[in-house]
């Protein structure tokens, strides 16, 4: 049985690496960019903001949505687009956009694991809470210095990018208002954000947060999204959430056919 799960895992990984390969040819944004050097992860990140087409012409704040996956090679042309057209057509309220591009990505978002199947695919585990600090402790100061933002930040995420959007959900709440993942992969260290949700979700959201996830036809991660939407189901936390239950779409293609979708749903009060 652990043969044949540890198989669906490296399916899933291969699928997504191969997504990551895939060349889309999207045009890359007029956009600012910076270089911090974290004493966290110890190393220099660098980081592309995209600013909302009515940022220069106003004076106003504006919230953030906060991306893994950032890089301009990376998530970051797709979303900035995406962005600027759900603005455009007045679908969504003005965000600034915030892309981390990757060094080690499955070292940075991934917890702790001592499961051996995951450390074939994970080598360099458990660098999610140093990414999270770099990004609380340091990033967030910078952009809020540099940029008129709001208190009200938001973060988006896709497989690994997406537990890790689980993840700080569960254990630094505080961090986001609103969290999007898509087809996180929830089958990480024996499934354990799914398997201990209701421990690790103490808190009362009295409706001040909100989650939206989705999940594709790889088997390895729908059938842990649908447990997680199963077990939110039963709970009473006062969070307001939607999961999108998507058979039809892949790992590699469900980011670009429900983003827009999810930061309707998400961003808009």
């Known amino acids: 049985m652990k043969k044949a799960i540890y198989f669906l895992f490296i399916v899933a990984m291969t699928i997504s690496c191969k997504n990551r390969a895939i060349e889309y040819n999207d045009p890359i944004p007029e956009h600012d960019s910076l270089t911090i050097s974290s004493k966290f992860v110890n190393e220099d990140r660098v980081i592309n903001i995209w600013t909302p087409p009515n940022y220069d012409e106003s004076t106003d704040n504006f919230p953030v949505l906060y991306m ?3 890089g301009t090679k990376e998530d970051f042309p797709h979303i900035a687009n995406t962005l600027a057209k759900l603005i455009k057509e007045g679908k969504i309220p003005a965000y600034i956009l915030v892309g981390i591009e990757n060094t080690e990505r499955r070292r940075d978002l991934s917890g702790p694991t001592e499961i051996e199947y995951d450390l074939k695919i994970v080598p360099n585990p458990g660098g999610s809470n140093n990414f999270r600090n770099f990004i609380k402790n340091e990033l967030f100061t910078e952009i809020n210095k540099k940029y008129r933002t709001k208190n009200k930040r938001a973060i988006i995420g896709e497989s690994a990018a997406g537990i ?3 993840e700080t959900f569960l254990l630094d709440n505080n961090m986001f208002d609103y969290y999007i993942a898509m087809d996180p992969s929830l089958w990480y260290n024996e499934q354990y954000l799914v398997e201990n949700f209701e421990s690790l979700a103490k808190e009362k959201y009295e409706k001040k947060k909100k989650l939206w ?4 036809d790889a088997v390895d991660i729908s059938t842990h999204t649908r447990k997680l939407n199963t077990k939110l189901e039963n709970l009473n936390l006062g969070l307001v959430w939607k999961y999108s239950d998507e058979p039809k779409e892949q790992h590699n293609t ?4 429900t983003k827009e979708k999810a930061l309707i749903w998400t961003l808009n009060e």
């Open 213 to 216: 996830f989705a999940g594709s």
């Open 68 to 70: 893994p996956d950032g």
């Open 164 to 166: 890790f959007v689980i």
């Open 254 to 257: 469900i980011f670009r056919t």
